[in-house]
Each structure stands twice: as C-alpha cells, then as structure tokens.
C-alpha cells in the first residue's frame, strides 16, 4: 500500500512506433497479396492460380527439409569433432545461411506472389550474404546501445525502479529488515504504515 497523490487517470506508457505500424503493415501486405492473386486469376483462370499456390508449398518445403537436413549434419558433425577434440577454430564453410534459406522456404509455402518473390531471393547465396552481414551488424549495434544505457549487468541486481501513476521513475534500494530475523530480536506488533 502507498500514500501520496494519486493521478484521476492513470497515464499509459506510449506505444512504439512498431506496435502500431507493424498490424497496419501486414493488412496492407495480405490485402496486396490477395489483389495480386486476382489479378494473375484474370489474367489467366483458377487452375494457374491453384498450380502456383501448390508449387510453392511443394518447393517451400522441400528447401526448409533440405536446409534442415544439412544444418542437422552439422550439428551432427561438429558434436563428433568435439567430443573426439578435434575442433576447427574456424567456422565450417556450409554451416551458414541455414536459418535464411528455411526463411525462403517459409516465405514460399505463404499463398502469394510477393512472399513467393521474397522466398525465392533468399535462396540466392549472395543475397543471403548480404542479409546476414546486416542483420549481424544491426544486431551488434543494437547490442552495444542497450549496453551503454544499462550500464553493467551488476547494476540492474542492485537497483530497484519504482514506477509510479504519474510516469516518474523513482530509483531506490530496497533494504528489507524483518523483525526476528537477528538473534536477540523480538517482534513488536504491526509495522508503522508507509508515509511520505
């Protein structure tokens, strides 16, 4: 229980920017694969449509069991050559680009041209490259940032952060002394309300 001011109307943290426009995004996407799907259908009839949908599927899948396969024997073979202590400092040569080509796989098994198109680049070895160089460097960044602003891990354990209604932060410690708990202690009733 604390004591203070109350706020009549409790503020909200504000959204992010990609909680609101990511549903937004993929409405825009699924209305646009479908309006393309139409437009094939027209251009064509159902059966090309129905041919291209199950194609797809059928390569989407085929290329994540592939990718799955190989990335098992990987890890298959790495197990062996570390329990035998034969490791290679290095990284194996086809170990990489397994988690973006089940990506493609994934992308071309979702009905639509679009995700087809984007299922069917990630399988080029120079585009997976390219993306994993980005997403590595991205992820480093954003790595280094929460570093910086959180300080080191130690610090998070030692403090405490009490929210309060009216959005301020107040930092603190939190000391917890119970009655008993050293020898010679007795306990003396209720404790004293919380106060400003």
Known sequence: MTTGAQTPYPVRPRRSRLRTLLPLGVAAWLVLEIWLLTLVAGASNG??????????????????KRAGRRAFKNLTETLQQQQNGTVAP??????????????????LIIPGPISDALGLLLLVPPVQKAVSRYAERTF????????????????????????????????????????????????QGPPPPLTR
Do not use: C, W, Y
Request: proline share 6%; charged share 20%; no cysteine.
């Open 140 to 187: 480093e960044r954003k790595l280094r940032e929460a570093a910086a602003s959180q300080g080191s891990l130690g610090d998070v354990f030692q403090q405490a952060r009490m929210h309060r209604p009216d959005g301020k932060v107040v930092q603190g410690e939190v000391v917890r002394d119970e009655p008993g708990s050293a020898p010679g202690d007795t306990p």
């Open 47 to 64: 059966l090309v449509v129905f041919l291209v949908l199950v194609a797809g599927v059928v390569l989407g899948s085929v290329v994540i």
């Open 90 to 107: 290095g990284s194996r040569p086809n170990s990489e680009g397994n988690g973006l080509t089940m990506l493609g796989g994934l992308l």
